[in-house]
């Protein structure tokens, strides 16, 4: 699975109106879809950042305009 980082985990559970943040989504992103696992904490990510890391077998085909990240589950 890919990673997202923590502070946009909870943005995303914040605009979804959830009480909590989830540990997982699955996401379609353009061409990647799949499992992404919240970053913990400790990591050396800035609190303000809003990062997606995916893995290349993530990536089902080329999309170079992204129009905009799906929550297809939590």
Known sequence: CGLISNSLAKQIAKDMKLWYVPSAFQIRLGGVKGLLCVEDNDSNEN???LVIKY???????????YIGLSIVSI
């Open 47 to 49: 609190d303000e950042d």
């Open 55 to 65: 893995r290349p077998s993530m990536e089902k085909f080329t999309c170079h305009q």
